[in-house]
């Protein structure tokens, strides 16, 4: 079985007791990414139609497909398809067509492994040329990077355990940087999680902010009663939030605040 995610690059969860401008449990961001040789931009379907029963696909440009491949057709309105290139090209020469039946193949390694994705009763859904194909490369990858136990950690999908990055992490928050007025801009940075296809669209980006904390508890409070991780704005890209309340305890330590902006 594969446990479900959502196909977007980036999903954040916001942690207990957050939301706009008060920072309380650290989120959760779950980040998907591809390996492929290119850019992951959609190709699009080179043939009128493809069939329910189809094992193959057709594309306009084949450039930067390779055997094993994990790829996903998508058309607007219809179940999209998880399946791997098992011949480029297949015995039939033509080289826009990649065939996607159960079978082996040859990894980067020279070793025959199995595909692990393909259907036996073939594509399942009719495609036309709207369609689209999207390459995530052999080892497309889901990751989920949280705070626990004041360390950042990260966990692919799949594993038992997270792995540790840093020590001395206390919070994690992160929004959306959604363009609002389709022109390629971010006009605005909120939690917002997106509800359908255009709003996820529209993110372009995604803004992190970490937040270290000294090992040292200081005799008297060093740190104010809360934190600004980031700047409230007016101007475009509009933003508030979030703060960081702390305890009484919690201001005998020293913090630091560490910002990105991760453009998609």
Do not use: M
């Not at 479900?4 to 998907?32: E, R, S």
């Not at 933003?239 to 020293?254: F, I, K, M, N, S």
């Amino acid at each position: 079985a594969i446990t479900p995610w959502t196909l977007a690059p980036v999903v954040i969860t916001q942690g207990a007791g957050g939301g706009l401008n008060i920072a309380g449990a650290p989120d959760t961001i779950t980040v998907v990414y591809g390996s492929g040789d290119q850019l992951p931009a959609p190709i699009s379907l080179g043939v009128n139609s493809l069939g329910v029963a189809d094992d193959f696909f057709k594309i306009f440009n084949p450039f930067g497909f390779n055997t094993g491949d994990v790829v996903v057709i998508a058309e607007a309105g219809k179940p999209c398809t998880l399946a791997q290139v098992n011949q480029v090209p297949p015995a039939t020469g033509d080289s826009t067509r990649f065939n996607v039946q159960p079978g082996q193949y040859v990894n980067a390694a020279g070793a025959t492994v199995d595909t692990r994705y393909n259907n036996p009763g073939g594509l399942g859904t009719a495609y036309t040329t709207n369609g689209k194909v999207l390459n995530l490369g052999q080892g497309p990858t889901i990751k989920t990077f949280s705070v626990q136990n004041s360390q950042l950690v990260s966990q692919a999908l799949g594993t038992a355990t997270a792995t540790p990055l840093y020590d001395g992490i206390v919070q994690l928050q992160a929004q959306y940087g959604r363009d609002t007025g389709n022109d390629g801009v971010v006009d605005v940075f909120d939690e917002t999680v997106p509800s359908s296809t255009a709003e996820w669209a529209s993110v372009l980006a995604v803004r992190i902010a970490l937040v270290a904390r000294s090992s040292l508890y200081e005799k008297d409070e060093v740190s104010p009663a809360s934190i600004r991780l980031w700047e409230d704005s007016g101007a475009a890209p509009t933003t508030a939030g979030p703060v960081w309340t702390l305890t009484a305890d919690e201001r005998h330590y020293r913090y630091k605040v560490f910002q990105t902006v991760i453009p998609l």
